[in-house]
């Protein structure tokens, strides 16, 4: 059957090719368009019981027919012949069996054929990552079901488990790709979502085999993810996500180097405002609450291995994963503020001021610390700026050690803000304390009664909301504290 079809296509080739007769070129348009769909449906019908061989020559076939060098021709054949592909590629037990040379072919094939789309006549399409971030971005621009159906394709091929990204040619070809993709097109539609999943499974390989490459994309994709962070597509949100946790480790790398890639930190500085804009607007029901964590008993910290989402004294409740999203960006802005605060490239000229007025040239910082910008939000008298510092509070407890004079000064503003009228920030509060296990309470084994005078104010401002729920679990914590640091002998 499929040889028939294969006939019948290059012989209508043929023929459209010599028409010069508007009549007969829309006679032969008809009829590839008819081949075209014939070809899909039998992939759809058969894909269960084609063999390898057929498999192969259905593959070949698409990419000898849909070529970007007759234009007509690709336009006509495209969008059947790409969900064909797609269709063949989402089977496991095919895309297994191809080939490593025609694994590079076809990704080869997908990449210039999507690229056709999405490229600018006036565009260098050799253009590295770095500039990848200048490309303009239209707020109206659609994908088309072409693009969506190669994107499609792309996807299951990075995902595939013989892929080889490890080669730098073809990973640089796949992401520059994608970045152009995502860069071009700021209208979702599920060609995004096998986008990011696509560079997710290509910077799973990088991130260990090519640290250069990695580098570059974490310096590049922050401004990709901020255009699309506001969306509410819950899948697309997921694997940005997971983009923004393999980039981390390498964008902390490139803030500590000794002349730091410029813009990298005004990046991570514009996306950290982006998601904490983002999350304070979220409703109540999409946001992380009290009710959904758990805390640990006698003050001892949670497992890792048993609770991947947890810090050392809460972790998110089991059966709750409807949440995990939440926690993930909490954790991961609190994460972000910490690296833009310590690394050791921060002092860096163009966030300083200089003093003209002194021989010495003394600088001075532009603009405070973002924990600092953190504090002035809590003291905040409005409730909803307020939670939006206490939202971080307590993921940033877990990786910050403060001093004892920056603990004090933290704890003096909880301790002040005690017994807020707003119920919810008066939990947020008592979770930040709960998070002080390792920094605040360890600070002040030596200082008993300042860790007593702590716990009970909590346990007194608890009892102002006793008929709470999240009090309960709150207050049993508080208890193995007190029992903790009150004075023995």
């Not at 080669?167 to 071009?184: A, G, H, N, P």
């Not at 949670?302 to 991947?308: A, I, L, M, V, Y």
């Not at 920056?406 to 939990?427: H, I, P």
Request: proline letters at 4%; one cysteine or more.
């Amino acid at each position: 059957m499929f040889e028939t079809i294969f006939s019948a296509a290059l012989k209508e080739k043929a023929n459209y090719l010599k028409q010069t007769k508007p009549t007969a070129l829309n006679a032969s348009t008809e009829r590839l368009d008819k081949i075209g769909s014939l070809l899909r449906q039998g992939v759809e019908v058969t894909i269960s019981q084609i063999r390898q061989k057929t498999v192969k020559a259905i593959y070949e076939h698409i990419q000898q027919l849909s070529t970007i060098s007759v234009p007509a021709l690709f336009k006509i054949l495209g969008l059947n012949y790409f969900k064909s592909l797609n269709q063949l590629l989402a089977n496991p037990a095919h895309i297994e069996h191809v080939l490593p040379e025609d694994w590079i072919k076809l990704t080869k094939f997908a990449c210039d054929s999507l690229d056709s789309f999405i490229q600018d006549p006036t565009s260098d399409s050799s253009a590295p990552i770095n500039q990848t971030q200048s490309f303009a971005p239209s707020s109206t621009a659609r994908a088309s079901f072409e693009t969506t159906e190669l994107m499609h394709c792309i996807d299951h091929l990075t995902g595939a488990p013989h892929a080889w990204i490890i080669d730098r040619e073809t990973s640089q070809m796949l992401i520059d790709v994608l970045l152009r993709f995502l860069s071009k097109y700021r209208s979702e539609n599920p060609a995004h979502q096998s986008a990011f999943s696509a560079l997710n499974h290509i910077l799973y390989t990088i991130s260990a085999n090519n640290l250069q490459l990695m580098g570059e994309v974490a310096a590049s994709i922050l401004s990709v993810i901020r255009l699309h962070w506001s969306t509410r597509a819950i899948q697309l949100k997921e694997q940005m996500i997971v983009t923004l946790i393999y980039c981390f480790p390498h964008l902390r790398s490139l803030l500590k180097a000794p002349d730091p890639e410029s813009g990298v930190r005004d990046e991570v500085d514009s996306l950290l405002q982006v998601m904490q804009k983002e999350y304070t607007h979220r409703l109540d029901r999409d946001q992380l609450q009290i009710d959904h964590l758990q805390f640990s008993q006698k003050c001892l910290a949670f497992d890792p291995r048993s609770h991947p989402l947890g810090c050392k004294s809460f972790a998110l409740r089991t059966g709750n994963a409807k949440y995990e999203q939440a926690w993930m960006v909490l954790q991961l802005m609190a994460n972000y503020i910490y690296v833009l605060d310590h690394c050791s490239a921060l002092m860096d000229p163009s966030a300083m001021d200089i003093d003209e007025d002194s021989s010495g040239h003394v600088k001075r910082r532009k603009l405070d610390s973002h924990f600092e910008d953190l504090q002035r939000r809590i003291r905040s008298p409005v409730s909803s700026t307020r939670l939006s510092g206490l939202y971080v509070l307590p993921f940033y407890l877990n990786v910050w050690k403060g001093t004892p004079s920056e603990l004090d000064s933290l704890l003096a503003d909880l301790l002040g803000f005690m017994g807020d009228d707003n119920a919810e920030v008066n939990s947020w509060i008592l979770l930040s304390i709960i998070s002080y296990e390792t920094s605040l309470f360890t600070s002040l084994r030596n200082h008993s009664n300042r860790g007593l005078q702590l716990v009970l104010c909590s346990i007194d401002s608890m009892q102002i909301k006793s008929g709470q729920l999240y009090t309960s679990s709150v207050g049993r914590w508080l208890c193995a504290a007190l029992y903790q640091y009150q004075p023995h002998g």
